[in-house]
């Protein structure tokens, strides 16, 4: 059983930056590990996602270019850096891994999660 706590949250005007941070309790190194959001008006969306090594990346057509999502293995660490937020960007932000059957863009997959944190983008 994996562990996740996400960190890094906040109230933040448009425009600006937040860095989102998800420390693992052990090694995550071989699965991808994923950020999602979900507001009360939508269901959990994917948001990015990191193969193993890192060297991949995926994002959501609404974060692409102004998101980037990185890894740190030696660490157990992973991250969300976000720039140039919106207020539609404003939700509880998860991470999640362990995926080993099925799509990393759907949350169902995925069995480790993070209990969220919530980033609130100010017009």
């Known amino acids: 059983q994996v562990r996740l706590l996400e960190s890094g949250g906040g109230l933040v005007q448009a425009g600006g930056s937040l860095r989102l941070s998800c420390a693992a309790s052990?090694?995550?190194?071989?699965?991808?590990t994923s950020w999602f959001r979900q507001t009360l008006e939508k269901e959990r969306e994917f948001v990015a996602t990191?193969?193993?090594?890192?060297?991949?990346?995926f994002y959501a057509d609404s974060v692409n270019g102004r998101f980037t999502i990185s890894r740190d293995n030696a660490k157990n660490t992973a991250y969300l850096q976000m720039n140039s937020l919106k207020p539609e960007d404003t939700a509880v932000y998860f991470c999640t891994t362990g995926l080993e059957n099925g799509s990393w863009r759907r949350a169902g997959d995925y069995p480790y999660w993070g209990q969220g944190t919530q980033v609130t983008v100010s017009s």
């Open positions: 990191i193969s193993p090594s890192g060297g991949t990346t």
């Open positions: 052990d090694s995550t190194s071989e699965y991808v």
